[in-house]
Each structure stands twice: as structure tokens, then as C-alpha cells.
């Protein structure tokens, strides 16, 4: 004689394999929200390493484009490297932690042909120092967030 409760777990076993069974449909799967959060989380760090570049390329660029004086020019050069540095190390450091909130949503939402909108836009918009598409994923590094 089988007890209640035994009848139970096998009862939820079995729904547990049905659910499983039917979620997992690859023709329709949709890897989007993952593979942005997974770079994210991957190529963040390497923002914050490449901040002082991007940030001196910015500035540099800046300068160029602007018809102040040369002393103007000068005066601007060190504080807007160290300003637009900072800048870009936090806009890295908000890319790392979007995709940690997005991670989780990427593999709830992989069986379905369902994507998220991005938490932290900037990453996906912006220009950046390498940037190459691949068949799996998007190798989007040095991203400058000032712009």
C-alpha cells in the first residue's frame, strides 16, 4: 500500500519531468538575454582596464573637434582625462552588474523565443574600441560611455 504522501512526491516528480520535457524546445529557443549578460559580465572588467584609454581617446577627439584657444586646450587636457576615466571605470562597473541582474532572466527566458530589453542600454549602444560580431556573441570591449 502506497502512502498519501509517497503518492504525492511521485505526483510532483512526474509533473516535474512533464514541465521539463515541455519547456525544453530548442527550435524555438532565443539565447539573446543570456549572451548579453554573459558578456557583460565578461568584457565589464575589461572596460574598467581600458577606462584610461577610451577616456584619453574621448578627450582627444573632444579637443580636436572644439575651436577654443590652445590654453584652453591645455587646461581642459588633464582634468577631463581624469573626469571622463572615472566616468567610463563607473559605466563599467554598471555594465558587470547588468549582466549579474540579467543573468538569471537569460536562462529562464533561453527555451522561449523571448528576449528582455537590456537593463544598462549604454552597452549596447555605444561606440567602442574593439568591436566584432561573431556568429554566438558580440565582442564589444573599451566602450565608451560618454557618448
Not at 31 to 50: C, E, H, Q, S
Not at 81 to 94: E, H, K, Y
Amino acid at each position: 500500500m502506497i502512502h498519501r504522501a509517497s503518492r504525492g512526491r511521485c505526483a510532483a516528480v512526474a509533473a516535474a519531468c512533464l514541465l521539463a520535457v515541455s519547456a525544453a524546445s530548442p527550435a524555438a529557443a532565443s539565447p539573446d538575454t543570456f549572451k548579453r549578460a554573459f558578456t557583460n559580465i565578461i568584457f565589464g572588467p575589461v572596460d574598467f582596464v581600458l577606462s584610461p584609454i577610451v577616456a584619453s581617446r574621448a578627450v582627444y577627439n573632444n579637443l580636436r573637434d572644439i575651436d577654443d584657444s590652445t590654453g584652453v586646450r591645455l587646461a581642459y587636457a588633464i582634468p577631463g582625462v581624469a573626469w571622463n576615466t572615472a566616468f567610463v571605470m563607473g559605466g563599467a562597473v554598471l555594465r558587470s552588474f547588468s549582466g549579474l541582474l540579467e543573468i538569471i532572466p537569460g536562462i529562464l527566458l533561453f527555451p522561449f523565443d523571448a528576449d528582455m530589453d537590456p537593463i544598462y542600454a549604454p552597452a549596447e549602444r555605444a561606440d567602442a574600441l574593439i568591436w566584432e560580431e561573431f556568429d554566438t556573441f558580440t565582442l564589444k570591449v573599451g566602450i565608451n560611455y560618454l557618448e
